[in-house]
């Protein structure tokens, strides 16, 4: 590992929602595939560190009556996509005995479980962006950018270097509020904020849905 300035921070890149067939199945996510890939390599190549999230959900979680079922932990839909994945991979469950490795830097790649949309819900996303210092840039990518992409934005904006950006942060909130997806999330695809939201956060934190880095 080199350079670590840059975090990239990959969002549910998971069977389930990425290809056709997946049981949440974002419509387009696999023309994602390639430029997620090139992302990623960046990781693979030491370039930056790569933090993933993604469901890892029982049977019967109760995100299931909100959603229709999808990553269930074991099946092969909650496989991330080979895309998405590093070779020195560490993967840490939402679960009270599993912790952060000592050594983050002997990975280039870190997989969080969670069971709730927002990943800082979990048990280890919170330390995890305390480990990396105010010094790092986060590159936020992955599905689905009106959800999961959006929560995770969000909380690094909240908890990295928040002051100079709370004025900034409140602005994209309250835009996306007036869109309607805080309180009453739009149904599947929902890709209203694929436009807004890149320039919304761009001022104060940088954000890619996949789309951006075609024409590189
Ligand atoms: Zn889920």
Known sequence: MSSRNFVFWEVDTQVDFMLPGGKLYVPGA????????RLTDAARQGRVF??????????DDPEFKTFPPHCVKGTAGSAVVPEGLTEKIVTVANEPLAALPHDLLQFDQILLEKQSLDIFESRHAEQLVQRFGPAVEFVVFGVVTEYCVRLAAK???????????AARRSEVTERLRRRGGMSSPPPFPGAQYEKILPSA?????RIST???HSRD
Do not use: M, T, W
């Open 30 to 37: 696999e023309k994602l595939l390639p430029n997620i890939r």
């Open 50 to 59: 790569l933090v993933s999230h993604g469901c890892y959900h029982a049977e």
């Open 155 to 165: 909380g690094l904006l909240d908890r990295h270097r928040p002051s100079p950006r």
């Open 201 to 205: 956060v761009s001022s104060s934190g």
């Open 210 to 212: 996949g789309f951006q």
